[in-house]
């Protein structure tokens, strides 16, 4: 197939997902790594033959999480820090369907942490797509928990000095049972990751390594766009590879695929048993 047909019907593709009347370009920064997210998102359900309305999409607050506005499911703008209790009650409500969270390191991992090791521990069938650009964009640029030590940010203008968080690890030990990352320059790879965390029975996790070249860039002498998209090309390590490394060659390195994925009983199934049991009763 000629590469202008295969454009056009990824084209035709996301056209098809996204809001009518919703008015484009998007609030994103030119470059900005979450509109290939969007655009990993839409073809990864396309791929699963899902309808609209088997899915929920639910974010919080930061730029990550204007995403679901664009889209064309059924969606929840929530409160900074609370799009996992809000997909919780979604995915009670309504647990045949699709529920998807889209959220910042800001938002899941600092005001929304709590949220987030929880929601891994009751393995929940939820998927997380953490966009991570270790930096809060929206608000100014001010460091957030992902912010690698030493690095500047409006609120670290000397240099970072806390450790920062490894989403996947975190999520992994806290009892997620699908955990795996990509780069928004390795956009094949990160569409069949979603694809395969929104299959996944659990709580999934896919973290997004994305760019904030307006802020994180600029502060940390990174670049503009293409320049991080280039350096998360050569920062790359597959998993299998990465298993063979040492700690010191890992240093600075994004090591992608499947992190972690495991079978355990699901939260909501689990309920259902309780609620089957005692109506038996009844």
């Known amino acids: 197939?000629?590469?202008?047909?295969?454009?056009?019907?990824?084209?035709?593709?996301?056209?098809?997902?996204?809001?009518?009347?919703k008015k484009f370009p998007s609030v994103w920064?030119?470059?900005c790594g979450n509109g290939v997210v969007m655009g990993s998102l839409i073809r990864a359900i396309d791929n699963l033959g899902l309808s609209?309305?088997?899915?929920?999409?639910?974010?919080?607050i930061g730029c990550s999480s204007r995403l679901p506005?664009?889209?064309?499911?059924?969606?929840?703008?929530?409160?900074?820090?609370r799009?996992?209790?809000?997909?919780?009650g979604a995915k009670f409500a309504q647990p045949h369907m699709k529920v998807i969270v889209i959220t910042g390191d800001g938002d899941a991992l600092a005001i929304g942490g709590n949220h987030f090791i929880h929601a891994c521990r009751r393995n929940i069938d939820i998927t997380a797509i953490l966009i991570n650009n270790h930096i809060y964009g929206m608000t100014g640029g001010q460091g957030s928990p992902t912010t690698p030590g030493g690095t500047f940010s409006t609120t670290t203008p000397y240099g970072n000095v806390e450790k920062h968080f490894d989403p996947c690890s975190l999520a992994a030990a806290a009892g997620a049972t699908f955990v795996a990352?990509?780069?928004?320059?390795?956009?094949p790879q990160l569409q069949k990751l979603i694809g395969q965390a929104i299959s996944h029975r659990g709580f999934s996790l896919v973290e997004a390594i994305s760019n904030c070249?307006?802020?994180?860039?600029?502060l940390n002498r990174k670049g503009d766009a293409v320049a991080m998209f280039d350096a998360f090309k050569e920062r790359a390590v597959p998993v299998g590879k990465a298993s063979k490394m040492t700690e010191e060659e890992l240093e600075d390195k994004i090591v992608t695929g499947v992190i972690h994925n495991v079978e355990k009983t699901e939260f909501c199934d689990e309920y259902q048993k309780v609620v089957d049991a005692h109506m038996g009763e009844k």
Request: charged share 20%.
């Open 213 to 218: 070249h307006t802020y994180f860039g600029r």
């Open 83 to 88: 799009a996992l209790p809000f997909a919780t």
């Open 29 to 31: 920064c030119p470059g």
């Open 181 to 187: 990352r990509s780069t928004v320059y390795h956009e």
């Open 69 to 81: 506005v664009y889209l064309d499911f059924n969606s929840l703008h929530t409160t900074h820090g």
């Open 52 to 60: 609209k309305d088997e899915v929920v999409l639910v974010s919080g």
């Open 1 to 21: 197939m000629a590469t202008a047909e295969k454009a056009k019907q990824k084209s035709d593709v996301t056209l098809h997902y996204l809001r009518p009347g």
